[in-house]
């Protein structure tokens, strides 16, 4: 079939009315005058190098047999270890998958159900998941829940309840780059950087809050909240209770929001443990009827992490605030979770003993595979934010950079893309204010896959060091040389009779 024109033409000159002249530029422009700015306009952040790392690897994806010299994929935070738990219960439940309750098809009632507010029996299971990973010391109410599609879509629907366009939020940095797109994008909420730094294993400090707080009012943006991922996407650090009492503290003093983004709760496999938002809120025993600041703080959680089904879009908004749930349950309209998912879900949570199990052997092969990850690049001399949750590390490569800029982190990631062909985020990417660090994910691949990416990084870290001792080599060499010729140089200047100077 011939290729159809940008004019719905099959391109040939005699079904061309007008003639088609227009350059490509000028189509482009046409395009963007029939459609929305919204639809237009760039601050999606597709062009981050976060997802030009994506396209690139989707161009030559790594695998064992078919294309063992493609890219490998480390820029994914993805879940893939204990996909072998969940197949085994499939199995011994046909039932949840195969829409019957107790040998009875239920396939008619999961059809026609559309209620915005969700299957009551997921919402109970998903508020007594939550408390388990929280370690029972909270509890949820399964009224004060909102169900969305993943958390992209519980991200931006509380943008949407808690903030006008043009008003902003303060975030942490480094930050997940899909943040620009959830926040921002179609809310035209904006973000104001709380600069962290390696310097304290870039925990957030008042005087950072202060400052962004500032620098929102300088750029005449109302601060609505502060938005953290606890644990942390990209840094894989939990949050210290000392943090989220400053937090707390912050938010009471400016009368603003807390989004707590928990998504990697479940995530955590070495100590310290995880400590909830909702933990110290309640430690601090103001009570949940008159205290406003319970009404202040929201929580997002989404099983695309701990359970790893980012392909089954199951999120959730936890809030205080009554009129939060009513705005955000309307909302929810666009973007359900399918009945059937609700359904195979509930069935699966509320199987207490499994998925017991499931998160301490989870967890376990969390630990391992970050073992493997900070040992590999240990070895190469590379180092790592001391981290206990989440899938990937915060890896500083700072000595590795031909200068210290964020273009030198560009170049190495290039390097590192298409010559080393791992695919992995730079720093810049999450908005960090020190080049040199990268985000490395390692639990969406097999052990095997894993020691073949450090295998190549060590080929590439062995050959730019052998490199820098050539050059270091030669440099001294010539420095000798220079030297020298200037002893030389002096002597015979020294030997000559002073006017001859
Ligand atoms: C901190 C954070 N929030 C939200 C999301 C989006 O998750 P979901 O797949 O549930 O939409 C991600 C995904 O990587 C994330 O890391």
């Avoid at 390692?442 to 990084?457: D, K, P, V």
């Amino acid at each position: 079939m011939a290729d159809m024109g940008l004019d719905g033409s099959n391109g040939t000159r005699e079904h061309m009315d007008p003639p088609c002249t227009l350059s490509r530029v000028q189509k482009q422009k046409l395009i963007m005058k029939l459609l929305s700015r919204k639809a237009t306009c760039n601050s999606h952040g597709q062009d981050s190098s976060y997802f030009l790392g994506w396209q690139e690897y989707e161009k030559n994806p790594y695998h064992e047999i078919n294309n063992p010299d493609g890219i490998i994929q480390m820029g994914l935070a993805e879940n893939q270890l204990s996909f072998d738990l969940l197949e085994s219960w499939l199995e011994k439940n046909p039932d949840a998958a195969g829409f019957k309750r107790d040998g009875q098809s239920i396939f008619r009632d999961l059809a026609l159900f559309q209620d915005y507010n969700g299957l009551p029996a997921f919402k109970n299971a998903l508020v007594e998941f939550m408390s388990e990973i929280r370690g029972n010391k909270v509890s949820f109410d399964p009224n004060k829940i909102v169900l969305t599609a993943g958390a992209t879509s519980a991200n931006e629907t509380l943008m949407f309840c808690l903030a006008d366009p043009g008003d902003a939020f303060l975030l942490p940095t480094p930050y997940y780059p899909g943040f620009d797109r959830d926040l921002k994008w179609r809310t035209g909420v904006e973000i104001v950087p709380i600069h962290c730094a390696s310097s304290n294993g870039f925990q957030i400090t008042e005087p950072a809050l202060q400052q962004a707080y500032q620098e929102a009012q300088q750029r005449n943006l109302r601060v609505k909240g502060v938005l953290v991922t606890n644990p942390s996407n990209p840094l894989g650090t939990s949050m210290t209770r000392p943090e989220l009492n400053l937090l707390l503290n912050f938010i009471t003093e400016k009368d603003i929001h807390l989004i707590s983004d928990e998504i990697y709760s479940g995530t955590v496999f070495s100590s310290p443990g995880f400590v909830s938002i909702m933990e110290v809120l309640k430690e601090r025993k103001c009570d949940i009827n008159t205290s406003q600041v319970w009404n202040q703080v929201h929580i997002v959680y989404s099983l695309s992490k701990d359970l790893g089904l980012p392909g089954f879009r199951v999120g959730a908004i936890y809030s205080n605030d009554e009129m939060v749930v009513a705005a955000a349950t309307k909302m929810s309209s666009f973007g359900l979770i399918s009945s059937q998912t609700q359904y195979l879900l509930s069935e699966m949570l509320s199987d207490k003993k499994f998925m017991n199990k499931y998160m301490k052997e989870n967890q376990k092969r969390l630990k391992q595979r970050h073992q493997m990850l900070v040992s590999g690049l240990d070895k190469v001399g590379i180092s790592c934010l001391k981290s206990n949750a989440g899938l990937f590390c915060w890896v500083d490569m700072r000595h590795l950079l031909r200068s210290n800029t964020f273009e030198a982190e560009l170049e190495l990631w290039r390097k590192i893309v298409c010559d080393v062909r791992l695919n992995i985020s730079p720093g810049s990417s999450c908005h960090s204010t020190e080049p040199g660090w990268f985000r490395v994910c390692f639990a969406n691949m097999s052990e095997e896959t894993l020691s073949i990416a450090m295998g190549r990084l060590k080929t590439y870290v062995d050959s730019i060091t052998n490199i820098n001792t050539i050059n270091n080599h030669r440099n001294a060499k010539s420095s000798r040389r220079r030297s020298l010729t200037k002893w030389v140089f002096r002597l015979s200047f020294d030997d000559r009779e002073p006017e001859q100077r």
